[in-house]
T-cell receptor
Framework: GQNIDQPTEMTATEGAIVQINCTYQ??????LFWYQQHAGEAPTFLSY????GLEEKGRFSSFLSRSKGYSYLLLKELQMKDSASYLC???????????FGAGTTVTVRA | GAVVSQHPSRVICKSGTSVKIECRSL??????MFWYRQFPKQSLMLMAT?????????EQGVEKDKFLINHASLTLSTLTVTSAHPEDSSFYIC????????????FGSGTQLSVL
């Protein structure tokens, strides 16, 4: 299986930037996903990386380094509605199954 | 984007009863659906992979006779928690893969199961 680690909690102020790191160990890496999950709701897709580098999508960016088993999600211009749990998920092999990290709870303060 | 509907959103039942949870892909056909469970402040744990027209594949440690999965059509998968007990109380989430894509899964809104 995969060993996916990410910080438990992070706090930032409105308008600031926060970077959520994720490290993983897998034998057959086939993509890394970031999802946002509000309490009691289903996860919603944020980003997908399969090649090294930075993927930018509006206020959110995601970076991947396959050689280091490392990714980060960058949230810019934080808004109160960004307070949520952010899940790092790794796909191993070709069966489309995802293994999730425990999630990072981000709290945005005014 | 693709929509996955999950029903019910919340269920409270007595110990020993069975509960059925439905997961529907509303505007696409899903040959593969996945069932996850999530305890408070913990990660989503994959329970099983549901394939249309064939038996589900269960993850290690998941009792297939307790968590019955049926994927009778390309738009519907059901999870039945049989003889539920308080330790089965959890948040259950389904997800569906859009056929032909190699990327993201689409998640249902989840079902909060509370067994008294």
């Amino acid at each position: 299986g995969q060993n996916i680690d990410q910080p438990t909690e992070m706090t930032a102020t409105e308008g600031a930037i926060v970077q959520i790191n994720c490290t993983y160990q897998t034998s057959g890496f086939n993509g890394l996903f970031w999802y946002q999950q509000h309490a009691g709701e289903a996860p919603t897709f944020l980003s997908y990386n399969v090649l090294d580098g930075l993927e930018e999508k509006g206020r959110f960016s995601s970076f991947l380094s396959r050689s280091k088993g490392y990714s980060y999600l960058l949230l810019k211009e934080l808004q109160m509605k960004d307070s949520a749990s952010y899940l790092c998920a790794v796909r191993d092999g070709n069966d489309y199954k995802l293994s999730f990290g425990a999630g990072t709870t981000v709290t945005v303060r005014a | 984007g693709a929509v996955v509907s999950q029903h019910p959103s919340r269920v409270i039942c007595k110990s020993g009863t069975s509960v059925k949870i439905e997961c529907r892909s509303l505007d696409f056909q899903a040959t593969t659906m996945f069932w996850y469970r999530q305890f408070p402040k913990q990660s989503l744990m994959l329970m099983a992979t549901s394939n249309e027209g064939s038996k589900a594949t269960y993850e290690q440690g998941v009792e297939k006779d307790k968590f019955l999965i049926n994927h009778a059509s390309l738009t519907l998968s059901t999870l039945t928690v049989t003889s539920a007990h308080p330790e089965d109380s959890s948040f259950y989430i389904c997800s569906a893969r859009l056929s032909g894509t190699n990327e993201k899964l689409f998640f249902g809104s989840g079902t909060q199961l509370s067994v008294l």
